[in-house]
Structure formats: structure tokens, C-alpha cells
């Protein structure tokens, strides 16, 4: 099995496919789009563009930046505004963190036993939010 | 007087009730771009045209928010889903009404 090692092997461009299984609203939304990490001074960049797609609406556009930054043993991830987020364990094929957003609470797991088809599942709880998020990515 | 009565009939009753009127697709664009609102407790939400909305406690926190209709919705990292609000106004203040019931009434920053 291969596993990335370091934050380079990131850099390019992914087409990504999310599937967001929201169980407050009893429905399953579908997403597609793209995501870019490009180098920056502190690591990497990710620029993500997505299409959400919604029964009966338009499609909504959405964009996401986070920063990936070299961190012990991986890589720490910030919101765009510099927020800690999440730290991304490289080395092992599931690696998971928690993050708290309350009254929000995020696990995430990722998934490289397939690299470099990857994947991140993020389970979503709170008042007014339960819901899991897969979002799978590959090279573009 | 009977057509009064109908239009009456299908405007909220919170609206009727605080003076706020309901705001169509175009009128919540108006009412939010380029505007700053303070909530309760001295936040203060900005909103661009190009979809963006920075929300300011402590520190900035950036989301986006876009017009499904005459609904506003907006997307706050790290959630992936976007919530949808009704809106209204008085003409000094904006107040948002969520799917659920719950209100949150911003006044306009001089």
C-alpha cells in the first residue's frame, strides 16, 4: 500500500465527488467540482469549487479555501481566516481528528488505502445538524 | 377591503407584529450589499456583492451567502450545508427567520 508521506504529494489539481447524506432532513444531496493546492509560503493553498446539487432548486455554487500547513507528523489545516481546523495525520492509511465548532461537533476520517484516489468522511453532529459528508477525490 | 384582508392574511404574523415587512429576491440583495448589520452583543455582518459575507466577533469568520428566491442562505465553514432564511426589514433593521422559527434581527452600522 502506498501512503502519502509529505504535503507535496498533495499539490495538482482533483476532481472531487461529495455525497452528503443529511439524516435531520431525511434526504441525500450529491456535490461535484474540483479542488487545487498549490504552493504557498506557509504550505499549501486549497482551493475548492463545488456544485451542490439540491431536489427541486438551482444547483448551488459554492468555493472553500483552507490553508494546509507542515505540522508534526502532518499536516495542521486552517480555515481561511487563519482558524486552526484540523490536523491531517500523514503515514497512516485512516488517520481522524475531531474538531469542535459549537455547539457543532466534526469527526473527520480519511481514507489513502487507495492513494492517490483518496477519500475524507466527515460526520456532523449538533442541535441542528446530523449529517455525513464523503467526499472522494482524484487526479485531474 | 377583501383583498386587504388576503394580503394581510399571507404576510407572517412577526412581520405584521414588529413593523417588519417581507423582503422578495431583489429586495434582500438591496437591503444587505455593501451594508453592515450589528447584532445583539456588537457582531457586525458584512455582505459583497460577489457572494461573500465576513461575520465579526473577536476575529473575522468568512462565509458565502447566495438568494434561493426570496430566501437568504448562507454557508459557514467548516458546515457544508447551506440554511435558508426568510427576510424582512423595517428600513433599520434586517431581521432573519430560519426554518426552524428562530429570529435574528441585525440594525444597520451608520
Known amino acids: 500500500m502506498t501512503l502519502p508521506q509529505d504535503i507535496a504529494e498533495f499539490v495538482g489539481d482533483w476532481l472531487l465527488d461529495r455525497v452528503i447524506d443529511d439524516r435531520l432532513a431525511g434526504q441525500k444531496l450529491r456535490a461535484e467540482g474540483g479542488a487545487t493546492l498549490r504552493r504557498s509560503e506557509s504550505g499549501l493553498t486549497y482551493d475548492e469549487q463545488v456544485t451542490l446539487f439540491m431536489p427541486g432548486q438551482p444547483p448551488f455554487h459554492g468555493t472553500r479555501r483552507y490553508l494546509w500547513r507542515p505540522g508534526p507528523g502532518g499536516i495542521a489545516i486552517h480555515f481561511e481566516d487563519g482558524r486552526f481546523f484540523h490536523h491531517l495525520t500523514l503515514g497512516q492509511a485512516e488517520p481522524g481528528d475531531h474538531h469542535d465548532c459549537p455547539p457543532d461537533s466534526y469527526d473527520a476520517r480519511y481514507d489513502f488505502g487507495r492513494w492517490p484516489l483518496w477519500r475524507v468522511r466527515w460526520s456532523v453532529n449538533g442541535p441542528r445538524k446530523d449529517y455525513e459528508m464523503v467526499t472522494d477525490f482524484r487526479r485531474r | ?40 452583543g456588537g457582531a457586525r455582518q458584512s455582505f459583497d456583492a460577489s457572494g461573500g459575507t465576513v461575520y465579526v466577533t473577536d476575529r473575522p469568520s468568512l462565509g458565502q451567502w447566495s438568494l434561493r428566491g426570496d430566501l437568504y442562505c448562507s454557508l459557514w465553514p467548516p458546515s457544508d450545508l447551506w440554511a435558508c432564511y426568510t427576510v424582512a426589514s423595517d428600513g433599520d433593521r434586517v431581521r432573519f427567520v430560519g426554518q426552524g422559527g428562530d429570529i435574528t434581527d441585525g440594525t444597520y452600522a451608520e
Not at chain 2, 6 to 26: H, K, R
Request: aromatic share 10%; hydrophobic share 60%.
Open chain 2, 1 to 40: 377591503m377583501r383583498r386587504f384582508a388576503l394580503i394581510l392574511a399571507a404576510v407572517p404574523t412577526w412581520a405584521v407584529a414588529d413593523g417588519f415587512m417581507p423582503l422578495a429576491g431583489d429586495e434582500i440583495r438591496a437591503a444587505l450589499v455593501g451594508r453592515v448589520l450589528v447584532y445583539e
